[in-house]
């Protein structure tokens, strides 16, 4: 039996390694369209920032290591096409060759793509011009390459999410003046504004200047250096003109998924575009999984929705490997869990906010708190802000957002959390689980369990804030 | 409805604050043998180490906070009996007269003793001599007294338990050289061995001498100071005659439960001679409740068990007031987590060891990990070892114990752990959770799931260390 494996990130080579483990009979393949097989995109930011000294610590496996496991990598190699009764991919290799590469069972990891925003000169100005999107290998090493060769002294980062927020902090730490400009009223959009505040000070404090509700019009050559236009909705009035002149733009709106192939062959779609898998990560179409930031997540709450998270691709990965070579293991679910660094301050998520819940059709109240990290009296305690978000008719765990700063493990707090909402306990029975106490590093009812009293304490405030 | 709490430390305040939060018509007293209401035992160390400048900072809330509360402190008073026919208690109040405190419902949470292991002239030797219990606010600052007029150079510990490494840690920070004597052949037992040699190591780096399956027999006044006499036992031969000189002498080998008023009472009692309670709180007499370290606790796993932790003397606390009051509330049960910081590194613990387990009559498999607390790209990774502890026949997750670095997150990572035993979930369920994931923070599979699957790809070993 041949699996092939289409993408070389998260998902393919989680699927691979995972058909190997459990049946090292099974001839297993990965076709990737650049060089770097297993490599964490995660760590761009890193490798930008130079915590990171060489682009070639970012491989999670070297590929030595993954070909020594008996994984055949067919890099530099693109897919055309699948020809799903034929059992074949139709793929360019790397010396421009056509090559029909078959298969018996097929994984689709062809990840996601980043989203081009509706920008004048975007599609003419590239890296060589210092403008950049971020989202392969090869784009994190042409960001590198203008860093070094033009020396800007100011950068664009266009998009607040948690890459341009990474980006922002790593251009920062090399000494680069960063704007960041983004269309929504906050930074963090996934958190409530609240807490998108607090880490909008953050930046702020580091120097980085936030323009928010603030859509990029235009990118210009000026000279030697470039020009963004912008326009700055204000709450009321006339949007206003902004333009900020850089060294450097940085695109980092989001990402779609990457479907052109698997959609060509007859995969259905479903939210956000994204490839529809079942529980098994099948597409429907024979002998075909998929899995990664190209497919559906299904999500413990919201049931089938499009969430792009490198955990996830990893799980999706290996139940794809797993059941593409007879394995019949269902994804447990996502209850989307993210967390994000963002110079000394942790911001993390897990589950629903209110928002969310009530767009699902629920009915939650969201109840602020603040707690000390660890017991007041111990040196270095700091305020974790908790948003805990519960169903009003049943008592049930929703959601938890946290910030707070790294020491104080908002990280890891965060986790149980998301443990006990996989898990489906009431928020109630939050207060009853038995968490670690030391005072350095906690307090008898922990932050969370704060969080929980205080949303049974006020029944009838949604955004009581104790503070 | 009077309301009266027998003991001033976690679980008796708790009692009386969620009693007057739940129903301020209540009337409510707390009485304390001494005039440290509501303090933080478990902050003693840091106290001793000058972390703490003031002791009055070791008060989880000040006696104004409690009396503005509406809760009337009877400190310095210590009760004699109980009277649960005509709901009195008598006491001896700070001016040495008898009292008669009646009440309607009574919650005893007298809490522990420490214990005196039988070394000669322990019971003639006291805070004068430099010799030393520490168990209340009161022995802490004998111990401090001791510290600045007696100025030792060298301390003994007697026992390595929680309190006694924090204790080797505050003197060390203070300057003082430390012998830890231990009657165990290990460290910190509630840890198997392979760990708690890893926290042995640590002591060791940090220059305490640490003489484990060493059985003090005696303490001796000796001119100005004291001499420890023990007897070191080796694997094979005779027992070694040690001698260790030291300006003071601490002992903390543990504590008993404090259980002479509620028996003398009529109250029945369980494990290791505590309280029984039932998992409302509820001890059999009429009208009266216990909690904290004088009764047994309930354990999710090993059923009723003896195991004094402040997080749970605070939730026994706080159920004891709520049902005392008319609440029907039930203790979810203890899984036994617990943790300790020893210098640079963090032991903890959740649910049960393959030794406990078996004990309990249960089928324990338990597997070694060590994995990186995050990217080993970004700078700073660190080792985590785990050991994981499951059932055999159900695959259920029965317990996990973790020492890694500080900045590991080694304590809220635990809570993840105790989280999925309170859940009931199986080890297989672990790997399926939606834990976060930043590469400065953490890794796509976290350490509990790299553990979780070992757990799963090592049926046959018991005792598979990866490293």
């Not at 650049?34 to 590929?63: K, M, Q, T």
């Not at 305020?383 to 169903?391: D, H, I, K, Q, S």
């Not at 704060?450 to 304490?457: D, I, K, L, T, Y």
């Amino acid at each position: 039996m041949h699996l092939l494996a289409l993408g070389g990130s998260d998902a393919g080579i989680s699927a691979a390694l995972r058909a190997r483990e459990l049946d090292p009979s099974v001839e297993v393949s990965v076709m990737l369209a650049d060089e770097y097989p297993n490599f964490s995109i995660c760590g761009i930011p890193y490798l930008v920032a130079g915590e990171v000294a060489d682009w070639r610590h970012l491989a999670h496996r070297h590929r030595e290591q993954i070909e020594g496991l008996g994984i055949a990598l067919l890099s530099s190699t693109t897919a055309r096409s699948i020809d799903v009764a034929a059992h074949v991919v139709i793929a360019t290799d790397a010396d421009g060759f056509e090559r029909a590469v078959p298969y018996d069972r097929l994984v689709v990891a062809t990840g996601a793509v980043p989203v081009r925003p509706p920008i004048a000169g975007l599609d003419e100005l590239g890296p060589r011009d210092g403008v950049h999107l971020l989202h392969t290998m090869d784009d994190a090493r042409a960001v590198l390459s203008t860093l070094e060769e033009r020396s800007p002294s100011r950068v664009v980062v266009v998009g607040a999410g948690y890459i341009g927020l990474e980006m922002a902090e790593a251009l920062t730490a090399r000494g680069v003046a960063v704007s960041v400009l983004e269309a929504l009223p906050r930074v963090l959009a996934t958190l409530d504004a609240e807490l998108g505040d607090v880490v909008a000070a953050e930046l702020a404090d580091h120097g980085v200047e936030v323009l928010t509700s603030t859509v990029v019009t235009a990118i210009e050559r000026d000279g030697a250096g470039l020009v963004v236009q912008a326009r700055r909705h204000e709450r009321d009035g006339e949007p206003l003109a902004v333009e900020v002149a850089a060294g450097m733009v940085l695109v980092v709106t989001g990402v779609a998924p990457d479907v052109a192939l698997a959609r060509d062959a007859g995969a259905t779609l479903g939210p956000r575009g994204a490839i529809r898998v079942d529980r098994g990560m099948a597409t429907g179409l024979p002998d075909v999984w998929a899995a990664g930031d190209c497919v559906v997540t299904h999500h413990a709450l919201l049931g089938e929705t499009y969430l792009p998270l490198g955990t996830t691709a990893h799980k999706q990965g290996r139940l794809a490997g797993e059941n593409a070579i007879g394995g019949e293991r269902a994804f447990a679910g996502s209850v989307g869990t993210q967390v994000v660094r963002v110079f000394g301050l942790v911001a993390a998520r897990t589950g629903v906010r209110d928002d969310e819940a009530r767009a699902a059709g629920l009915h939650p109240r969201t109840v602020a708190t603040v707690a000390d990290d660890h017991k007041a009296y111990y040196p270095g305690a700091t305020p974790v802000r908790v948003r805990l978000t519960g169903e009003r008719s049943t008592g049930r765990l929703l959601g938890v957002q946290m910030v707070g700063a790294v020491a104080s493990a908002v990280h890891k707090r965060v986790d149980t959390a998301a443990t006990a909402i996989f898990s489906g306990l009431a928020v109630d029975q939050v207060g009853d689980l038995d968490l670690s106490y030391t005072p350095p590093l906690g307090s008898p009812w922990d932050v969370l369990q704060v969080a929980a009293q205080n949303w049974h304490a006020f029944p009838a405030d949604s955004n009581h804030d104790p503070r």
